[in-house]
């Protein structure tokens, strides 16, 4: 059912309106990362802690996962511009509240607030794409739009942190919000229109909430597992619990004749290949960039503004590699298209790790980084797109709010996900291999074993000599974990790439597909 603004024959053109959704999400995807290279001020500024900062990133995903359980549906209820108007204010008020953060507690409290706004704008926007365009091209192109944004957006993110440290304290990254947030709100006013789906299905909260605790638990054990001196109950107990949910939050859904997050999609082999290339991709991309952010800045001793230059080429590749993965899927299918950025992004990644042992970012060692960031943004800017358009396809109109909740929820699991184990595993690492000095080991603070931040601040308050060594010993040890991340990414992604390429491939004529349900097109 259309809305009533809508009847009195006012249409919005279509290219305005994907501007001014594209709009609405650029400053959610972008807060999902802008934190990264301000690592190093949040560990001075508010004595952030390691475990700290990782829940300070990680917190404004996984809250998201249960929340867009709640907000697609309520977005076919109320009409996805009411949707949409509602997260954007609740967006900003929250920005408002991280920049006046006065401790790691409060700005994990302002994160949380955060995700709830963002929450309702990620499945209002996708939802009104899938209203707006009818024409398959058309919709496989503005699905493009928002791909790329998605990906060029957490790209960018550090890159618009970098340039505001440069000049103003760690909370104008999310002081920005609010100009921003205040310029999109005006023409979400003036073109977009209100539509509700025809009919209202039952809606509870006790899925959300199971799908909250069961992701939160689950990263808490993952995060304390890492941690040498932390009881072993303090990681089974959490774990236990956030598997347990997870469980019954599947079973319920599996039951439930209105499912919040309609499971049944996948038995088809198409989409259940679609959600891997949009969760892992994201999980590694998200969780390699928070590290590589602190790898300039505290070894290679970039300024925010430096490392937020540098990581230009990512985002230019992913807004472009975006809507031309659109247009090529239709060409060569998506088969072609997901395992080939995938690989992409795989030959990035395996370059970042061997230059990060190497020559760093001096000579050939700065051509070669370039084009490891250019091959990693258009890798995920392309499978992003085409994961995007088979999961939203793949519903009908009036069920686009939910559509978007398996859409989001894939994001953000593969978003919360790889802050916990690419970070944690950082970590862990870190601590192994960094070794002071011995006549120096005594004077160390046993946090410097817990991240280079935390070593850098230790250095400060020692003489010049012994603060040079734990600095170089740090950067040291920071360096090597780094090059296993990337290594740990580039299989990650080139396992999924296999694995899309197997799943996508076109059912022969004479063996009749088998994985129940209607075949999405992928070629």
């Known amino acids: ?291 590589l952010a602190q790898y300039l800045q505290f070894v290679l001793g970039m300024s925010p503004q430096r490392a937020a230059v540098f990581l230009l080429p990512m985002p230019v590749a992913a807004f472009a590699a975006g809507p031309l993965a659109g247009f090529c899927v239709h060409r060569f299918g998506a088969v072609a298209v997901i395992p080939a950025g995938l690989a992409m992004a795989a030959i990035g990644y395996t370059g970042i790790g061997l230059t990060a042992a190497g020559s760093g970012t001096d000579g050939p060692g700065t051509v070669v980084l370039t084009g490891c960031l250019v091959l990693i943004g258009a890798g995920h800017g392309a499978v992003q797109t085409v994961a995007s358009d088979a999961i939203m396809t793949g519903a009908p109109e009036e069920r686009a709010g939910a559509a978007a909740a398996v859409e989001s929820v894939a994001y953000e699991l593969g978003a919360g996900f790889g802050i916990a184990l690419l970070g944690s595993l950082t970590t862990t690492l870190y601590g192994h291999a960094f070794a002071p000095p011995a006549a120096l080991a005594a004077s160390v603070p046993p946090g410097a074993t817990e991240s280079i931040g935390q070593a850098v601040e230790a250095a400060g308050t020692l003489d010049g000599p012994s603060a040079e060594a734990v600095v170089r010993t740090a950067g040291t040890a920071f360096a090597d974990a780094y090059q296993t991340v990337n290594a740990v990414a580039a299989v990650l992604v080139t396992a999924v790439a296999v694995a899309t390429a197997v799943a996508l491939r076109p059912a022969r004529p004479d063996r009749p597909d088998r994985t129940g349900g209607e075949r999405i097109p992928v070629g």
Request: proline share 6%; charged share 15%.
């Open 1 to 291: 059912m259309e809305g009533a603004e809508e009847a009195g024959g006012r249409r919005p053109n279509r290219w305005l309106a994907l501007a001014v959704v594209a709009g609405c999400f650029l400053p959610v995807a972008a807060d999902a990362t802008i934190l990264n290279v301000a690592v190093p001020s949040l560990t001075g500024t508010l004595g952030a802690t390691a475990r700290e900062v990782l829940w300070i990133a990680d917190v404004y995903p996984l809250m998201m996962v249960g929340l867009v359980l709640i907000t697609g549906p309520l977005g076919d209820r109320i009409g996805h511009k009411r949707l949409l108007t509602l997260g954007l204010t609740v967006f900003a008020a929250a920005s408002a509240l991280c920049s006046l953060a006065g401790t790691p507690g409060v700005l994990i409290a302002g994160r949380a607030v955060l995700a709830a706004g963002a929450s309702m704008i990620i499945p209002a926007t996708l939802a009104i794409i899938r209203q707006t365009f009818h024409d398959e091209r058309q919709r496989a192109t503005a699905i493009g739009v928002w791909s790329a944004v998605a990906a060029g957006g957490a790209a960018v993110g550090p890159v618009v942190g970098g340039l505001l440290l440069e000049r103003y304290w760690w909370g104008s990254v999310f002081l920005i919000n609010i100009p921003v947030v205040a310029a999109v709100l005006a023409f979400v006013a003036v073109r977009l229109v209100n539509r509700t789906a025809g009919e209202d299905e039952p809606w509870e909260l006790t899925s959300p909430l199971l799908a909250v605790i069961g992701a939160v638990g689950t990263v808490y054990a993952v995060k304390t597992a890492t941690r040498p001196e932390a009881p072993l109950v303090e990681a089974v107990l959490p774990g236990a619990l956030g598997l347990t949910a997870a469980a019954l939050f599947v079973r319920r859904q599996l039951a439930a004749a209105h499912p919040m997050l309609d499971l049944s999609l996948f038995r088809q082999r198409p989409f259940r290949a679609a959600v891997v290339a949009a969760t892992v991709p994201v999980l590694v991309l998200v969780g390699m960039e928070l590290q």
